[in-house]
Nanobody, 121 residues
Framework: VQLQASGGGLVQAGGSLTLSCVAS????????IGWFRQAPGQEREFVGA???????QYAESVKGRFTISRDNSENTVHLQMNSLKPEDTARYYC????????????????WGQGTQVTVSS
């Protein structure tokens, strides 16, 4: 599966953005999709994930502010980000995997190229 993330941009603190991750390939509905972010000089950080059964999980840092949803008819997963903070500034990546293990390890097999999100104070 190939992934393409989009929707990043510059937003003021307190604002909102919605990122999209479009997948190509077969059996998208069978994949768990994760969102990650990486700021310059920092390690990649798990943001959240949505399972093929539409269950979601979130990092504590974004819980209550970010929402992940998926539309299997469009092979798309969305990351709705509200109440954005300057510390949310990072390059955001989506990833896909069919294994349940990745929901714990976050070691997804397939990755998109990322989209930049910058939150100004």
């Amino acid at each position: 599966v190939q992934l393409q993330a989009s929707g990043g941009g510059l937003v003021q603190a307190g604002g909102s953005l919605t990122l999209s991750c479009v997948a190509s390939g077969r059996s998208f509905a069978n994949y768990h999709i994760g969102w990650f972010r990486q700021a310059p000089g920092q390690e990649r950080e798990f943001v959240g994930a949505i399972t093929w059964e539409f269950s979601t999980q979130y990092a504590e840092s974004v819980k209550g502010r970010f929402t992940i949803s998926r539309d299997n008819s469009e092979n798309t997963v969305h990351l709705q980000m509200n109440s954005l903070k300057p510390e949310d500034t990072a390059r955001y990546y989506c990833a896909a995997d069919r294994s349940e293990v990745v929901l714990v390890t976050h070691d997804f097999d397939y990755w998109g190229q990322g989209t930049q999100v910058t939150v100004s104070s």
